[in-house]
């Protein structure tokens, strides 16, 4: 069956440096999604891969290993704007839906 | 620049009412999806349309009707609600369905069913 893991709470201190781990068991793969969402707002798209390795966007990071069904959003010089919520999502093939993980809440302290 | 725009914001329903969410776009986007996201879950997707006067069921579509009369807007409807049917709404569209086109997501609609 699908299923998407991601821990449900992560504390992390500002100016450091945070490790968001997903993985997933689908039937098929065809790209992950990482989004972030704060509280009471839309999520909003981060980072997208498709293929094994390391994207780097600004601050944020995300690497994918297919083989291994893992996926990991890296945050560098955390911010207290960056305490909210990250979501993984996987599209399994060609029919356009994303399966969703519950999402990695994260608290960021001074 | 609006994006994804949803109406209402919050409702509050009484068990066996009936209630139209509005979802609207500005971008041009063929995809029109409507997902309900519950505490401890993720996303669900509910009903999608991959294009004007097309629509097809998700995950969790039982209780829920959809239209796609104009690209621009997505109309969910709950015939006659209930309270399992209490959860933040949220409207999404995307460009394409297959590549690396995210989803662009409204605020969403708080919805309570008494």
């Known amino acids: 069956g699908q299923n998407i893991d991601q821990p449900t709470e992560m504390t992390a201190t500002e100016g450091a440096i945070v490790q968001i781990n997903c993985t997933y068991q689908t039937s098929g793969f065809n790209g992950l999604f990482w989004y972030q969402q704060h509280a009471g707002e839309a999520p909003t798209f981060l980072s997208y891969?498709?293929l094994d390795g390391l994207e780097e966007k600004g601050r944020f990071s995300s690497f994918l290993s297919r083989s291994k069904g893992y996926s990991y959003l890296l945050l560098k010089e955390l911010q207290m704007k960056d305490s909210a919520s990250y979501l993984c999502?996987?599209?399994?093939?060609?029919?356009?839906?994303?399966?969703w993980g519950a999402g990695t809440k994260l608290i960021i302290k001074p | 620049n609006a994006g994804v725009t949803q109406t209402p914001k919050f409702r509050v329903l009484k068990t066996g009412q009936s209630m139209t969410l509005l979802c609207a776009q500005d971008m041009n986007h063929e995809y029109m999806y409507w997902y309900r996201q519950d505490p401890g879950m993720g996303l669900r997707l509910i009903h999608y349309?991959?294009?004007?006067?097309?629509?097809a069921k998700g995950e969790v579509p039982d209780g829920y009707n959809v239209s796609r009369l104009k690209k621009q807007n997505f109309l969910l409807g709950l015939e006659s609600a209930a309270p399992s049917q209490t959860s933040v709404y949220f409207c999404?569209?995307?460009?394409?369905?297959?590549?690396?086109?995210?989803?662009?997501f409204g605020d969403g609609t708080r919805l309570s069913i008494l």
């Open positions: 999404a569209s995307s460009a394409q369905g297959w590549s690396n086109q995210p989803q662009h």
């Open positions: 999502a996987v599209r399994e093939d060609s029919n356009y839906q994303l399966i």
């Open positions: 891969n498709v």
């Open positions: 349309s991959v294009g004007e006067g097309t629509t």
